[in-house]
């Protein structure tokens, strides 16, 4: 029987990526977002592969969050793997000028949305006695960079989540893993930079970034490791990248 894995932030980027290569490769898939055309689209692709059910909701909305999870029908109910992706960086700026909406949007959905998603999942691992939590955090989560403050700061609340939870969980047998990824081409820049696509553009220049695809082949080799090995926090770098603020561009 194919294991089902609940993907959040999949209409864009790494959260996308993986949706594809998972469906391709053995998994149903559960996609959430909040752009509903983006998971439509997804659905529309994917349903030749796979079966696919989309739910669109906010990760920083608790109450939407529970609904949604609570409004999977019987044959959605088991969750095998659970992709914690869902995020982004709003702004970058030096502390004494940073905006309080982006700081808020960034707590919010990067540490408190995945708290929210995962906490039912977990009560549906422990009652099923299996499970697998990946948790995409980011190398802002191992070192801070200027600028990057909050970005950074919820990105180690991940890093710090990811090793608790995994202990908590240890007892039921359930699978935690961490990616924390370095620089990746997708839409995490225009997002951060307000849609100015010139500047995001700017970041990816003179070296080889990492693409979506690139974190969806780690995903899944972690997610289809045997039930004893458990890649428990894996840091991928482009190869031009060795460090937060050291890219070798040519
Ligand atoms: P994208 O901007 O391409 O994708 C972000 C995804 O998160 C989208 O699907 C978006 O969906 C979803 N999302 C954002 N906010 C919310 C919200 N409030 N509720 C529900 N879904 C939301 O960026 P990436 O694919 O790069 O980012 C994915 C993850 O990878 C993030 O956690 C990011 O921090 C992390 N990461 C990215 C790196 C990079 O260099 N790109 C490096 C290290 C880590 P929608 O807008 O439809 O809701
Ligand atoms: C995304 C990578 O370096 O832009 O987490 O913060 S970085």
């Not at 970058?92 to 949007?105: F, H, K, P, R, T």
């Not at 220049?205 to 428990?232: C, Q, S, Y």
């Amino acid at each position: 029987m194919k294991k089902t894995a609940f993907i959040t932030g999949a209409t864009s980027g790494i959260g996308r990526a993986t949706a594809l290569l998972l469906g391709k490769n053995g998994f149903r898939i559960i996609a959430t977002g909040r752009r509903q055309e983006r998971l439509d689209e997804l659905k529309k692709e994917l349903s030749k592969e796979t079966e696919i059910h989309t739910l669109n909701f906010d990760v920083s909305d608790q109450k939407a969050v529970l609904n949604a999870i609570e409004s999977l029908p019987k044959e959605w109910a088991t969750i095998d793997l659970l992709i914690n992706n869902a995020g982004n960086a709003h702004g970058l700026a030096s502390i004494e000028n940073g905006n309080m909406e982006d700081w808020e949007a960034m707590i919010d959905i990067n540490v408190k949305g995945l708290l929210y998603v995962s906490q039912p999942i977990i009560q549906k691992m422990i009652t099923q006695k299996s499970g697998h939590i990946i948790n995409i955090g980011s190398v802002a989560g191992k070192e801070a960079y200027p600028n990057g403050n909050v970005y950074c700061a919820s990105k180690h609340a991940v890093d710090a989540l990811n090793s608790s939870m995994r202990m908590d969980l240890n007892k039921y047998g359930i699978k935690v893993s961490q990616v924390a990824p370095g620089l990746v081409e997708t839409e995490f820049s225009l997002v951060r930079f307000k849609g100015d696509e010139d500047r995001s553009k700017s970041v990816y220049e003179g070296f080889d970034a990492l693409k979506a695809e690139d974190i969806a082949d780690l995903i899944l080799f972690m997610a289809t490791r045997p039930a004893h090995v458990n890649l428990a926090d894996v840091l991928i770098f482009p190869t031009a990248q060795a460090a937060s603020t050291m890219v070798n561009k040519s």
